[in-house]
C-alpha cells in the first residue's frame, strides 16, 4: 500500500487520496485495508476472489467493500461486472495521511488504522521470506532487510524522508500500465520504509557528547 506518500517537493501524488475523519474511520479495519491494497496491486476482482485471498468468507469481502465504496475508496466496475458477478476496483493509487491533527482527533481510528498498515507490511515481508528459497538466481541477490539506527534532528528526519523519496521516485513506478511498460526480467518489488522516532532515547542538552550522528547497520 503505501500509505502515507509525498513527494519530495512536498507536494501530494495526483491520484493520491488524502485522509480526512470519515476515511480515517473507513480504514480503522485490517481487512479493509488489505482489500484496498490487493485491489491496487492486482487490478480489479470480484468479493468471491478477494475472499479466496485473503482467507475470509466472500459475504465477509463483499460487506467491506460495500463500506469502502460508501467511503469512496473502491468502486463497482461496470465493464466486467453483469447481473451475477460484480467487481470492484479501486479509485485511488495511494492513500496518504498528512494531517496528523487527526491522530488526537480520532486516536482510536487512527491507530487501528496504522496498526492494520504495519500488519499489511509485516504480512508482506512473511510471504516473501518463505519463497525466498524458490526464487530465481538472479532474484536472490536483490532480498534485503536492514535497519539502521540514527541520531537525528525532526528537520534531518523529515530531510531523510525526503530524500528517500526522491531517490525512490528515479524508478519505475507500478501502476495499471507498468507491466506494459517495463523491460524483460522486470517484476514487481515492494521497497517498504520505516522511520520510527524513539522519543525516550532523547538526551538532555548537559550529557551530549557530540554532535555527529552514529548509524549502525545490522
Do not use: C
Not at 14 to 29: M, Q, T, Y
Not at 78 to 85: F, P, T
Not at 105 to 119: D, H, K, M, N, T
Not at 155 to 178: F, I, K
Amino acid at each position: 500500500m503505501t500509505d502515507a506518500t509525498e513527494r519530495a517537493d512536498g507536494s501530494t501524488e495526483k491520484n493520491s487520496v488524502v485522509l480526512d475523519a470519515k476515511g480515517l474511520r473507513a480504514l480503522a479495519h485490517p481487512l479493509r485495508v488489505q482489500l484496498v491494497e490487493v485491489l491496487r496491486s492486482h487490478g480489479p476482482s470480484t468479493a468471491t476472489r478477494l475472499a479466496e485471498r485473503l482467507g475470509v468468507n466472500s459475504g465477509t469481502a463483499s460487506y467491506h467493500l460495500r463500506q469502502l465504496g460508501a467511503a469512496g475508496f473502491v468502486e463497482e466496475d461496470a465493464e466486467r461486472g453483469n447481473a451475477r458477478e460484480r467487481w470492484w476496483r479501486s479509485v485511488h493509487r495511494t492513500t496518504e495521511l498528512s494531517d496528523w491533527n487527526l491522530v488526537d482527533q480520532e486516536p482510536e481510528a487512527a491507530l487501528a488504522y496504522l496498526q492494520s498498515v504495519a500488519a499489511t507490511y509485516t504480512l508482506r515481508a512473511q510471504q516473501a521470506l518463505n519463497e525466498v528459497q524458490t526464487l530465481p538466481e538472479a532474484w536472490r541477490g536483490t532480498f534485503d532487510m536492514s535497519d539502521w539506527s540514527l541520531w537525528l534532528t525532526p528537520d534531518e528526519a523529515v530531510s531523510l524522508r525526503q530524500e528517500l523519496r526522491a531517490v525512490v521516485a528515479r524508478y519505475r513506478a507500478d501502476g495499471p500500465d507498468a507491466a506494459a511498460g517495463a523491460p524483460k526480467g522486470a517484476q514487481r518489488v515492494d521497497l517498504i520504509t520505516h522511520i520510527l522516532p524513539e522519543p525516550d532515547t532523547r538526551v538532555p542538552p548537559e550529557e551530549r557528547t557530540g554532535s555527529g550522528i552514529a548509524s549502525e547497520e545490522s
